[in-house]
């Protein structure tokens, strides 16, 4: 079992940056990937990125690619993602989602998940 903390969302305006936090706890092998997923408003939660636990292999989605950085740091079973200029559409909930395989992005390889937190982008 692996449990997953969220932290860091909050409001602010286009262009800004946030980091966002997530904490893990249980049993991490170094064959898993973290990922981070968000859900806007009225639409399907989608992907957004991931890291590979072991060598910190990161994949992104396009939309994010440039501006959004995911790390990890295994000293602190903690996982990263750095939102850059912030746009009005990545308003959404934002989940750490832990995998038992790697270079995942479907949300169905992903067995486990934090509550989320909000980021709010206003223009």
């Known amino acids: 079992q692996v449990q997953l903390v969220e932290s860091g969302g909050g409001l602010v305006q286009a262009g800004d940056s946030l980091r966002l936090s997530c904490a893990a706890s249980?049993?991490?092998?170094?064959?898993?990937?973290m990922g981070w997923f968000r859900q806007a408003p009225g639409k399907e939660r989608e992907f957004v990125a991931a890291?590979?636990?072991?060598?910190?292999?990161?994949h992104y989605a396009d939309s994010v690619k440039g501006r959004f950085t995911i790390s990890r740091d295994r000293a602190k079973n903690t996982v990263y993602l750095q939102l850059n200029n912030l746009k009005p559409e990545d308003t959404a909930v934002y989940y750490c989602?832990?995998?038992?395989?790697?270079?995942?992005?479907?949300?169905?390889?992903?067995?486990?998940w934090g509550q989320g937190t909000q980021v709010t982008v206003s223009s």
């Open positions: 890291v590979n636990w072991d060598f910190g292999n990161t």
């Open positions: 249980g049993r991490i092998f170094s064959s898993d990937a």
């Open positions: 989602a832990a995998s038992r395989y790697q270079n995942r992005n479907r949300e169905r390889d992903y067995g486990y």
